[in-house]
Nanobody
Framework: HVQLVESGGGSVQIGGSLILSCAASDQSSKTTCISWFRQIPGKERERVSTINRGHGVPYIADSVKGRFTISRGNAKNSMDLQMNTLKPEDTAMYFC?????????????????????WGQGTQVTVS
């Protein structure tokens, strides 16, 4: 049973940076596809970034393009979300999620309902 644990959230000033980390309990076929989502209470969950860990082209949402990047983390079996030039509208609960597969070149095509493993979330507040 794979588990995901997010870390790195917190409060930051406008224009600041944070690195969120998503650590998987193991690197199995169940975590081939990793996504970061965010959600504000009362609003729909928004996809932020997705990558196929094997050999994928990362997807970055237009709302964060040029400011956020997704990459392998320093910790074992982790994927990081580097967030720069943060804005108040980036304030949300951030979740990472894993799925067995997503297209390498267009990983965002995998609908979020297909993701079968989710972390507990980490809060990011920008003010």
């Amino acid at each position: 049973h794979v588990q995901l644990v997010e870390s790195g959230g917190g409060s930051v000033q406008i224009g600041g940076s944070l690195i969120l980390s998503c650590a998987a309990s193991d690197q199995s076929s169940k975590t081939t596809c990793i996504s970061w989502f965010r959600q504000i209470p009362g609003k729909e969950r928004e996809r932020v970034s997705t990558i196929n860990r094997g050999h994928g082209v990362p997807y970055i949402a237009d709302s964060v393009k040029g400011r956020f990047t997704i990459s392998r983390g320093n910790a074992k079996n982790s994927m990081d979300l580097q967030m720069n030039t943060l804005k108040p509208e980036d304030t949300a609960m951030y979740f990472c999620a894993a799925a067995r597969f997503c297209p390498a070149q267009r990983p965002h095509l995998l609908h979020q309902s297909v993701y079968d493993t989710w972390g507990q979330g980490t809060q990011v507040t920008v003010s």
